[in-house]
């Protein structure tokens, strides 16, 4: 856990855009804010204002505990959770191939 004091999310934010395939001037034009702000979150130089946060996290359908999660006292894998983030926009035969591979790696470990 990192210290309070030094609270950066812009690289945490960027990777969740990412992850959901967005650009920043696609992600401003869906939560209303101009695509600079976008950037400028992204590389720490703004804090993201709490309407901000919230639109964000319904958007991406994520919780704030996501985007604080290394100031926050949880175990949790990051890198798990934004390769899994795209999951419900795979087509139908994909989903149901990653059900199967995880359902086989269950029974052999």
């Known amino acids: 856990m990192r210290k309070l004091s030094t609270i950066k999310i812009g690289e945490n934010?960027?990777?969740?855009?990412?992850?959901?395939?967005?650009?920043?001037?696609?992600?401003?034009?869906?939560?209303?804010?101009s695509a600079r702000y976008i950037s400028d979150i992204e590389q720490d130089k703004a804090k993201p204002s709490y309407d901000v946060l919230i639109s964000i996290c319904n958007l991406f359908k994520i919780t704030l505990d996501q985007i604080f999660s290394e100031y926050l006292d949880i175990e949790e894998n990051?890198?798990?959770?934004?390769?899994?983030?795209?999951?419900?926009?795979?087509?139908?035969?994909?989903?149901?191939?990653?059900?199967?591979?995880?359902?086989y790696f269950n029974k052999v470990t």
Do not use: C, D, F
């Not at 990412?18 to 804010?33: P, R």
């Not at 983030?85 to 359902?103: A, R, W």
């Open 78 to 103: 990051k890198t798990l959770q934004y390769s899994l983030s795209g999951y419900e926009k795979l087509s139908e035969e994909n989903q149901k191939t990653i059900q199967y591979l995880i359902s």
């Open 13 to 33: 934010l960027q990777q969740i855009r990412k992850s959901h395939g967005y650009t920043q001037e696609k992600l401003a034009e869906k939560i209303e804010v």
